[in-house]
T-cell receptor
Framework: SQQGEEDPQALSIQEGENATMNCSYK?????LQWYRQNSGRGLVHLILIRSNEREKHSGRLRVTLDTSKKSSSLLITASRAADTASYFC??????????FGKGTMLLVSP | DVKVTQSSRYLVKRTGEKVFLECVQD?????MFWYRQDPGLGLRLIYFSYDVKMKEKGDIPEGYSVSREKKERFSLILESASTNQTSMYLCASSPGLAGIRETQYFGPGTRLLVL
């Protein structure tokens, strides 16, 4: 299994601003998933983007995938305090299990 | 909605005790997973199971065992708890339609403290 590396490790913004976090990986993938974890809770699946897709939207979330650069980005538009959480990417290749990185910790201040 | 439940949110045990962490999912999922999460180390896979009575080691199985006697239940066992097993334990399940690499649904976690 391969692990994604999220960047930055931490991000602090004001409510209403956009938040962008990135994920890099090393080998080819079938899909890449993003998850959110609120403090002290389990992970929640946000979005899955397949290797033949370049962009995907879900509400205020926009995910892009650049397989040539082996990278993905997650954009949260018009951030709210409730978006404060850690965000993880999980690049998915072959038949191995998902591997989660250390995440990006997002703090949205009112 | 998929629901994954874990038997305890917080647990305090003594060194050397046998500890059982239970996980139950209600969506007839084939695959179930146990992770531990530690600051600075992220999530690490301990064991997973793709069928009843089947189990596979993850990245850090040492000191742990698992049991899956029924499809909906996956138990993590610490045979003799040690202080370095103090951690947040997360259970997850996935449908199994596309194998073990598809979307996972997580429980709320169990924060275990071993004294």
């Amino acid at each position: 299994s391969q692990q994604g590396e999220e960047d930055p490790q931490a991000l602090s913004i004001q409510e209403g601003e956009n938040a962008t976090m990135n994920c890099s990986y090393k080998t080819s993938i079938n899909n890449l998933q993003w998850y959110r974890q609120n403090s002290g809770r389990g992970l929640v699946h946000l979005i899955l983007i397949r290797s033949n897709e370049r962009e995907k939207h879900s509400g205020r979330l926009r995910v892009t995938l650049d397989t040539s650069k082996k990278s993905s980005s997650l954009l949260i538009t018009a951030s709210r305090a409730a978006d404060t959480a850690s965000y993880f990417c999980a690049p998915n290749s072959g038949y191995s299990t998902l591997t989660f990185g250390k995440g990006t910790m997002l703090l949205v201040s009112p | 909605d998929v629901k994954v439940t874990q038997s305890s949110r917080y647990l305090v045990k003594r060194t050397g005790e046998k500890v059982f962490l239970e996980c139950v999912q209600d969506m007839d999922h084939e695959n179930m997973f146990w992770y531990r999460q530690d600051p600075g180390l992220g999530l690490r896979l301990i064991y997973f199971s793709y069928d009843v009575k089947m189990k596979e080691k993850g990245d850090i199985p040492e000191g742990y065992s698992v049991s899956r006697e029924k499809k909906e239940r996956f138990s993590l066992i610490l045979e003799s708890a040690s202080t370095n097993q103090t951690s947040m334990y997360l259970c997850a399940s996935s449908p199994g339609l596309a194998g073990i690499r598809e979307t996972q649904y997580f429980g709320p976690g169990t924060r275990l403290l071993v004294l």
